[in-house]
């Protein structure tokens, strides 16, 4: 099977479970209510293992190692997991709420996206930020907070597939992108990714 076929598949079985999750939410005018009270940082969890478990659906996050990552970029382990997924909790310095889980390809790119260094090619992985993205610059991999020119965008919840390339073709890749809809972030960045909604952002 080559490898576009393996992306085309992959892109089908995501959109396929992104729909399921989206008619098992509830109404999106619900959806957006509870994506935007959780933007208040008061609503910011205290645990890192709440936190953390949030990105994904239980039967992924309840298992799943969990780990923070300092300043520096160094990662620390909270919890050993034992399912291939890691969980990171809501990163404090941004503005919303943006918890992530992650199986082991999508890993690797994280560690090099982390460590500021080009993630390696042809290794498709998957992400759940189900608690949404609400807070990141469409255009600046490592921005913290919103400026006047970094394309700042908010995505409610949303699956990630990350490592291909092939699998980004025909998407939308502006900085602007109507975030309701599949489209991809960081294009023209080692970092490009298909973000895939899963619920009425």
């Given at each position: ?8 598949l992959?892109?089908a ?6 729909a399921?999750?989206?008619q ?22 205290s645990?890192p293992?709440?936190s953390a ?8 996050a ?19 997991g ?8 809501d ?21 090099a ?6 993630p390696?090619?042809?290794?498709v ?29 908010k ?6 597939v990350v ?33 895939v ?5």
């Open positions: 099977m080559t490898s576009k076929v393996q992306c085309a992959l892109l079985g995501v959109i396929s479970l992104a399921c999750m989206k098992s939410t509830g109404s999106a005018d619900s959806n957006t209510a509870a994506t935007e009270t959780k933007t208040d940082s008061a609503a910011k969890p645990d293992i709440s478990e949030s990105a994904a659906p239980a039967s992924i309840h298992d799943a190692a969990v780990v923070t990552v300092d300043a520096g970029g160094a990662m620390k382990e909270l919890r050993k034992s399912n291939g997924w890691t969980c990171m909790p990163a404090p310095d941004t503005p919303g709420p943006d918890p992530m889980c992650f199986d082991a390809n999508a890993g690797k790119w994280v560690a996206w982390v460590a500021h260094k080009p390696a090619a042809g290794t992985g998957l992400m759940y930020m189900l608690e949404g993205g609400t807070d990141a610059s469409n255009t600046d991999p490592y921005a913290k907070q919103p400026t006047a020119d970094n394309d700042w965008v995505t409610g919840p949303h699956i990630m490592g291909s390339p092939e699998i980004l073709a025909g998407h939308p890749a502006g900085t602007k992108p109507d975030t309701s809809v599949p489209y991809v972030m960081w294009a023209g960045t080692p970092y490009a990714h298909l973000m909604p899963v619920k009425g952002s």
